[in-house]
């Protein structure tokens, strides 16, 4: 089978729709087709400033929420980073690799840091680009599921994979990103020329699964939608409702001609009603599954362990080969 590999933050709390439609609903449908590795990177959570209990909260509310979209232990990996420290190795070893001047160019960090002050920002976030080109690596994936955001950080891991390959001779598998166009980026409601965002968005515009139904009704009736009155799909003219459109059309199968004819002649009222109705009924049940896993964290931790072991027996293969390549004399 085909390597999938892909990694969330624990950092807000609750997953985004963002999120979710982006990636999670990625993960969970290459579990069928891959043999597919997922972490919670908490490792990159810590590229900003972190509270350690939140965080160690955070890690297990990740990982519940994982299951609750329909990850099965049994049909991937699941795992926490920094259980695994190959991670951290690998990470150098890349860094040494990388130009300052190519790490430089990295968009995100660019958003991120001038959202911080330069100042504040750390030379982690600066390097998390490199780390999660180790990330993949390390699992030798061919598919990185992500949203149109991480393009660019899997674009660096091809280079920096072939450029390993390249010296050192043939060690890593090449990946690609795996971005499905419809989601890769869902907007925020308040601000649909902004991505949805776990650090950077509003709160009204922030779709958080785990918010209580109501208030997430709420958020969707009160998204930004745009002059005139005709619901119809068009990311330059109509922003907003073409982002509640790509909600709608992917949480409830219909596709967007669909649902163009079937709002014919009604008011943008209308379409958010039906949003909110089919997310409510999309996070309610998610939400209890989240508490059930959570309320059972022995069971939660045990599953990581394995998870763990799983991902180290590949890591630690593809790290011994790494540092056999680049020179470093056996450990006897
Ligand atoms: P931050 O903005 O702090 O980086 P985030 O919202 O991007 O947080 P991550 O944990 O970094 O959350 O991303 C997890 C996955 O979700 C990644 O694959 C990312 O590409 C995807 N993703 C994040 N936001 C969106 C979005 N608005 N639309 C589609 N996919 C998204
Ligand atoms: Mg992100």
Sequence with gaps: ????????????????????????????????????????????????????????????????????????????????????????????????????GEASRMTQFKDKSAKQGTDRATVGLFTYPILQVADILLYQADAVPVGEDQRQHIELTRDLAERFNGRFGETFTVPAPYIVKEVAKIYDLQDPASKMSKSASTPKGLINLLDEPKVTAKK??????????????????????SNLLTILSTLSGTSIPDLERGYEGKGYGALKTDLAEVMVDFVTPFRTRTQEYLDDPETLDALLAAGAEKARAVAAETLAQTYDRIGFLPAK
């Design 220 to 241: 969707i009736k009160s998204a930004v939608t745009d002059t005139g009155t005709e619901i119809r799909f068009d990311a330059a003219e109509k922003p907003g409702v």
């Design 1 to 100: 089978l085909p390597r999938a590999l892909s990694g969330i933050q624990p950092t807000a709390g609750s997953f985004h729709l963002g999120n979710y439609l982006g990636a999670v609903r990625q993960y969970v449908a290459l579990q069928e087709t891959h043999d597919a590795f997922y972490m919670v990177v908490d490792l990159h959570a810590i590229t900003v400033p972190q509270d350690p209990a939140e965080l160690r909260a955070n890690t297990r509310l990740a990982v519940a929420q994982l299951l609750a979209a329909g990850l099965d232990p049994h049909r991937c990996t699941l795992f926490v980073q920094s259980h695994v420290p190959e991670h951290a190795q690998l990470g150098w070893v890349m860094n040494c690799i990388t130009g300052f």
